[in-house]
């Protein structure tokens, strides 16, 4: 599975990006899709998660601000960022959990590329 993550750039604090990411490959199913986010000097952590039911999951830093959605028939996932504040600011990597045409039990993770976001003040 390539993920290709798409949407970051530059926007004042209380502004707003949106991010999308599409999936491609020789997919047999998509499980779950998130995006997770690092800022400098800091680890990795999960921002909002989606899984194929629709339910979702978010960092307490980003809820009602933040919202993640799918395209289950685009296997691509969206993170509609609002309200963005500094500390917003990082490289956020699309990642999903999926399996494969012709090894449909075999799942694994996948990351995207990242998309650096920068909020300025």
């Known amino acids: 599975v390539q993920l290709q993550a798409s949407g970051g750039g530059l926007v004042q604090a209380g502004g707003s990006l949106r991010l999308s990411c599409a999936a491609s490959?020789?997919?047999?199913?998509?499980?779950?899709m998130a995006w997770y986010r690092q800022a400098p000097g800091e680890q990795r952590e999960l921002a909002a998660a989606?899984?194929?039911?629709?339910?979702?999951n978010y960092a307490d830093s980003v809820k009602r601000r933040f919202t993640i959605s799918r395209d289950s028939a685009k296997n691509t996932v969206y993170l509609q960022m609002n309200s963005l504040k500094p500390e917003d600011t990082g490289v956020y990597y699309c990642?999903?959990?999926?399996?494969?045409?012709?090894?449909?039990?075999?799942?694994?993770?996948?990351w995207g590329q990242g998309t650096q976001v920068t909020v300025s003040s």
């Open positions: 990642n999903a959990v999926g399996a494969l045409i012709g090894s449909r039990t075999d799942w694994n993770t996948y």
């Open positions: 989606i899984v194929s039911g629709g339910g979702t």
């Open positions: 490959g020789n997919i047999f199913r998509i499980k779950a």
